[in-house]
C-alpha cells in the first residue's frame, strides 16, 4: 500500500543499502551502509549512514533516525533535513559501536542530536 506521498510501505533491506544520502542543499554526503533494527519494538532504530571518508579509510557511521530520511524519487536517493555542517558534528561511530548496549546509546544520541521524535 502506498503512502501519502505514494511510496510503498514496504521495502527490503537489500534495496535501501546503497542508497544515496543528500543533505538540504542536495549535495550528496553518503550513502545508507546499514539499518538498524529494534527487535523488541519491532521499529527501525535508526539508519546508518557513512561518510566523511576516502576510498573506505577514515569514513564515520552515522546513526540518523529513520522518520528523518526521505525518499526522493527523482534524486534516486534520500534526502535529511540536515545542513553539511549539522552532518558534520553529528555524532559518529564505527560500525561496532553502533550496536553496543543493543545499540541504544547510538539511538539515544542520535534522536537527541537531532531533536526526533523518539518511536520508543
Given at each position: ?29 553518503g550513502e ?44 534516486g536517493g ?29 539511538r539515544d ?12
Open positions: 500500500m502506498p503512502t501519502a506521498a505514494g511510496h510503498t510501505t514496504a521495502i527490503r533491506a537489500s534495496r535501501v543499502i546503497g542508497t544515496p544520502v543528500y543533505n538540504t542543499s542536495g549535495d550528496q554526503i545508507i551502509e546499514d539499518v538498524m533494527l529494534d527487535k523488541k519494538t519491532n521499529n527501525i532504530m535508526f539508519g546508518v549512514v557513512g561518510f566523511g571518508g576516502f576510498l573506505g579509510m577514515g569514513e564515520k557511521y552515522h546513526p540518523i533516525p529513520w522518520a528523518s530520511l526521505d525518499y526522493e524519487k527523482d534524486k534520500y534526502i535529511v533535513p540536515f545542513s553539511k555542517e549539522q552532518l558534520e558534528q553529528a555524532p559518529a561511530h564505527s560500525l561496532n559501536e553502533l550496536s553496543e548496549n543493543d545499540g541504544q546509546g547510538a544520541a542520535a534522536f537527541d542530536y537531532y531533536k526526533a521524535d523518539r518511536y520508543w
